[in-house]
């Protein structure tokens, strides 16, 4: 399915599982320079730690992201949108429902990493108001790249959460997707 086919469908947010695990090994591949192999994904959708959002579309799973839940903290592992879908709002879907999820589970704070190269991650993160709180040199071990520390904090307060809902809402406002959470 072409991304243009997707106009007026809803985009499902659902907690992923097992039987999601081809979907996603096949997304890692494309989407990374050393994508994580099939046994450690397997691995991360079964931690109890761990919390693994899919996105899809007419049962089609077209993303997903990945946080480790520790101490009051998220920790966002991964995140990657199938190549068709990219630039049409998914990861931010998915980030929205993450830090919705993290709010939930009582977390204070979530941090992430990008590649320094990688600007869209850094558009997307600086719009969902998390800031630069780090540079982790030569952390891709792939490339030598360094990695920027992001973190949002303050997950606890009423004015996250508000700022969460006003960011959803116009979220579904600007794209041609409805967002439909089934966390």
Same mark, same amino acid.
């Given at each position: #399915?072409?991304?243009?086919?997707?106009?007026?469908?809803?985009?499902?947010?659902?907690?992923?599982?097992?039987?999601?695990?081809?979907?996603?090994?096949?997304?890692?591949?494309?989407?990374?320079?050393?994508?994580?192999?099939?046994?450690?994904?397997?691995?991360?959708?079964? $931690?109890?730690?761990?919390?693994?959002?899919?996105?899809?579309?007419?049962?089609?799973?077209?993303?997903?992201?990945? #946080?480790?839940?520790?101490?009051?903290?998220? *920790?966002?592992?991964?995140?990657?949108?199938?190549?068709?879908?990219?630039?049409?709002?998914?990861?931010?879907?998915? #980030?929205?429902?993450?830090?919705? $999820?993290?709010?939930?589970?009582?977390?204070?704070?979530?941090?992430?990493? *990008?590649?320094?190269?990688?600007?869209?991650?850094?558009?997307?993160?600086?719009?969902?108001?998390?800031?630069?709180?780090?540079?982790?040199?030569?952390?891709?071990?792939?490339?030598?790249?360094?990695?920027?520390?992001?973190?949002?904090?303050?997950?606890? *307060?009423?004015?996250?959460?508000?700022?969460?809902?006003?960011?959803?809402?116009?979220?579904?406002?600007? $794209?041609?997707?409805?967002?439909?959470?089934?966390?």
């Amino acid at each position: #399915m072409s991304a243009s086919e997707g106009a007026g469908r809803r985009l499902v947010v659902r907690r992923a599982g097992e039987a999601d695990l081809p979907a996603v090994w096949a997304i890692e591949q494309v989407s990374f320079p050393t994508p994580w192999s099939r046994s450690l994904l397997a691995t991360e959708l079964r $931690r109890e730690k761990s919390l693994y959002l899919a996105a899809e579309i007419d049962g089609e799973l077209i993303g997903y992201v990945g #946080m480790w839940l520790s101490v009051g903290e998220g *920790h966002v592992c991964t995140l990657a949108v199938d190549p068709e879908w990219r630039g049409r709002g998914v990861a931010e879907a998915l #980030m929205l429902c993450v830090l919705e $999820r993290a709010v939930a589970l009582n977390a204070r704070l979530v941090v992430l990493e *990008h590649r320094t190269g990688n600007a869209a991650a850094a558009g997307l993160y600086d719009k969902l108001g998390f800031i630069q709180v780090g540079r982790r040199k030569g952390y891709y071990h792939d490339t030598g790249e360094d990695a920027i520390v992001m973190a949002v904090g303050g997950l606890g *307060h009423p004015d996250f959460t508000a700022e969460l809902m006003r960011a959803r809402e116009q979220w579904e406002q600007e $794209r041609d997707l409805e967002l439909e959470a089934d966390l």
